[in-house]
């Protein structure tokens, strides 16, 4: 009995171990999460993800405590035309990285759900489409105009 | 002896030439915008009649005599808007540390037209634009006067319906810069960069 426990326990680890190898492992990076400004109700933030799988992730979904909504947005220029969309999802394939910067895909955060002053600390939740939840802490910065 | 002599002033004459080329680009002449672009010729600004964030006139005279860089835009916009009006801050901000007297430095006036002035009254722009700092002001208006300045520009604006009855507004991304004289003379395509302003602006302000 002992033993088929043990074969069981190293064949679940076995597959933990294959699953990880396969799956998606996402890492942010460079997250900044900005005030909003003066009168707004709405700010963003950006990051940089990771995808150190195989397997391509999908965030469908970001939440954020401190926020009403967060949206994936898109910020394209087209003919010299800035055009702002949200995105459904974002898939990052296996090996490869999304950069979320200025002037391109961005979250937007809308609604403070409480009074935010630059320091406090942001939660933002990554919702893949596995059901799997990355979470990132960052403190709330002011934008730097110096 | 004489082929070589006559070498020797030749090479003399092209490089007191190109001396005189740089002097004239460099010095006592305009120098050409590296990264904006000139317009062929000035383009005269038609009347109109915008409210500024103190609720004052804001006219094609208010632009005389000033240096002024405009970027269109709105509020409500969470990224590019800011980003090109920290960008043009931290422009305008460098172009100050690197004048000799930073307090009389002629610097130019940057200048949110918001193409949202449903929801962009001077209380909102005063409190959004205070935030980049000394010389960003945010100006708007009825949406005829602002579509007869930006129409003078080239500027394309279109409100977007989103979801929750909100929306957005696809505007053109560029920055126009407009003499002391109220006339349009070059434009900055995005993506913007804040090294290409602050090395460009200083040769726009010099354009005769």
Redesign the interface.
């Known amino acids: 009995m002992r033993g088929l426990a043990l074969a069981m326990l190293a064949c679940a680890l076995l597959l933990g171990a294959c699953r990880n190898e396969e799956g998606p492992a996402l890492a942010a990076s460079g997250l900044r999460v900005l005030a909003p400004?003066?009168?707004?109700s709405?700010?963003?933030a950006y990051l940089t993800l990771d995808n150190h799988g195989t397997r391509p992730a999908i965030i469908t979904r970001v939440t954020s405590p401190a926020f009403g909504k967060v949206e994936m947005?898109e910020?394209r220029?087209v003919d010299?035309?800035?055009?702002?969309r949200?995105l459904e999802s974002v898939t990052i394939d296996g090996g490869a990285s999304v950069e979320f910067a200025?002037?391109g895909k961005?979250l937007?955060?809308i609604g403070p759900l409480r009074e935010l002053a630059p320091g406090d600390g942001v939660r933002l939740e990554l919702h893949h489409d596995d059901g799997g939840l990355l979470m990132l802490d960052a403190p709330l910065s002011a934008?730097?105009?110096? | 002896m004489r082929p070589p002599f006559l070498a020797a002033a030749a090479a003399l004459t092209v490089l007191l030439a190109a001396g005189l080329f740089a002097v004239r680009l460099s010095g006592f002449g305009e120098r050409a915008p590296q990264h904006a672009t000139l317009l062929p010729s000035p383009v005269e600004l038609p009347a109109f009649s915008l409210v500024d964030q103190d609720g004052a006139e804001f006219s094609r005279d208010s632009l005389l005599g000033r240096h002024s860089l405009l970027f269109f835009g709105f509020t409500h916009c969470p990224d590019i808007c800011p980003a090109t009006l920290q960008q043009l801050a931290v422009a305008r901000r460098q172009l100050a540390e690197r004048s000799r007297d930073p307090a009389s430095a002629s610097l130019p006036d940057i200048l949110l037209i918001s193409v949202d002035p449903e929801r962009d009254t001077p209380e909102v722009l005063a409190a959004y634009a205070g935030h980049f700092g000394a010389g960003v002001r945010g100006v708007s208006g009825p949406p005829e006067e602002i579509a007869k300045l930006a129409g003078a520009l080239g500027i394309f604006h279109r409100k977007v319906p989103g979801g929750d009855g909100n929306y957005s507004v696809d505007h053109s991304a560029a920055i126009i810069y407009i003499d002391q004289d109220a006339r349009y003379r070059a434009v900055f395509s995005a993506p913007h960069d804040v090294a290409a302003l602050a090395a460009d602006i200083p040769v726009l302000m010099a354009l005769r």
């Open positions: 400004l003066p009168g707004r709405e700010s963003v947005h910020t220029i010299g035309v800035a055009q702002m949200p200025p002037g961005h937007m955060l934008r730097d105009t110096s």
